[in-house]
């Protein structure tokens, strides 16, 4: 088992900037690829980014490319997700997911999910 919690999420102004963390506990951080989802109210869960084991690849999705950096600090069991200039339809709760077996953007490869952080964008 992997324990996820998210942390970081808040209200902000379109524009503007937040850093979300995700701590990892319970088994070797390392042997997980990493990825962000978000879901806002009345929509589906999207991919937002993912990061593989030694952080040496990522991916994002379209909407959030060149804005949001995914990062991680296995010596930390810590994922991060940088957003920069933000926007109104960038408000959900966002999760950090771990996969043992594959990285990149379907949900379905991610095994371990964490609770969620409310991200609020104002315009």
């Known amino acids: 088992q992997v324990q996820l919690v998210e942390s970081g999420g808040g209200l902000v102004q379109a524009g503007g900037s937040l850093r979300l963390s995700c701590t990892a506990s319970?088994?070797?951080?390392?042997?997980?690829?990493m990825g962000w989802f978000r879901q806002a109210p009345g929509k589906e869960r999207e991919f937002v980014a993912a990061i593989t084991w030694s952080g040496g690849n990522t991916d994002y999705a379209d909407s959030v490319k060149g804005r949001f950096t995914i990062s991680r600090d296995n010596a930390k069991n810590s994922l991060y997700l940088q957003m920069n200039s933000l926007k109104p339809e960038d408000t959900a709760v966002y999760y950090c997911a771990a996969s043992g077996r594959r990285w990149g953007s379907n949900w379905y490869d991610y095994d371990y999910w964490g609770q969620g952080t409310q991200v609020t964008v104002s315009s």
């Open positions: 319970g088994r070797t951080f390392s042997n997980y690829a």
